[in-house]
């Protein structure tokens, strides 16, 4: 079975600053594993992946995420945070992307509010 | 073109009522899905078809039945609603072998009074 675990449900940063998501995961198999943001009022939208390759994953609107195995980790990383980049942000991961299968388990997720 | 549309986008009934939601994809995608997110915004699957054939149910009551008359469309009835079914209901399309990478639907509000 696999599992996420998002800690700090709300993140609060200043414009400009570094944002920092943090997600562990817990899986019996080589995890897959994927951010996804959600805006008010819509549904998620994927921001990067990790699926085996490397272990660096950069995404959209200037996000990047790392594989780090040694700490089970798969933490979301931003340089320099953005008005628009608030939004809900949630971990996910999944066992496998079998075909017709793709079931993924979703973290509680991360409220992340910039400061003007 | 919206990929993934939902209707209806709020939905509100009473206890005891039948409803529907219906979702369609335009995506050309395989794989459709329904998930469940609470109001702690906690998301969870809970069907997933191929090309019209039921892959994923997890343990959801029998009251809930999806229903996919072709693989572009997947549609949910609830029945004998409770006030535990509310929630927002995401529909989600992907394809097969794309690495997880889901496409949703903007919700569909449902409150059960």
């Known amino acids: 079975a696999q599992s996420v675990t998002q800690l700090g449900s709300h993140v609060s940063v200043s414009e400009g600053a570094l944002v920092l998501l943090r997600c562990n995961y817990s899986?019996?198999?080589?995890?897959?594993l994927f951010w996804y943001v959600q805006y008010p009022n819509q549904g998620l939208q994927l921001l990067l992946k990790?699926?085996?390759?490397?272990?660096l994953v950069k995404g959209i609107n200037g996000f990047e995420a790392e594989f780090k195995k040694s700490e089970t980790s798969f933490h979301l990383t931003k340089p320099s945070a953005h008005m628009s980049d608030a939004a809900e942000y949630f971990c996910?991961?999944?066992?496998?992307?079998?075909?017709?299968?793709?079931?993924?388990?979703f973290g509680t997720g991360t409220r992340l509010t910039i400061i003007p | 073109d919206t990929a993934v549309s939902q209707t209806p986008k709020y939905l509100v009934t009473q206890m005891g009522n039948d409803k529907s939601i219906k979702c369609e994809q335009n995506?050309?995608?395989?794989?459709m899905y329904w998930y469940k997110q609470d109001s702690k915004k906690f998301l969870k699957i809970m069907f997933s078809?191929?090309?019209?054939?039921?892959?994923i149910n997890e343990t959801v009551p029998n009251r809930f039945s999806p229903k996919s008359p072709d693989k572009a469309h997947l549609n949910l009835h609830i029945n004998s609603l409770e006030l535990g079914d509310s929630a927002v209901y995401f529909c989600?399309?992907?394809?097969?072998?794309?690495?997880?990478?889901?496409?949703f639907g903007s919700g569909t509000q449902l409150s059960v009074l």
């Open positions: 990790y699926t085996s390759a490397a272990t």
């Open positions: 078809y191929n090309n019209k054939e039921l892959i």
């Open positions: 989600a399309s992907s394809q097969a072998g794309d690495g997880g990478k889901l496409f």
């Open positions: 996910a991961v999944s066992g496998g992307i079998n075909f017709g299968n793709e079931k993924l388990t």
């Open positions: 899986s019996s198999v080589p995890p897959y």
């Open positions: 995506l050309g995608h395989d794989t």
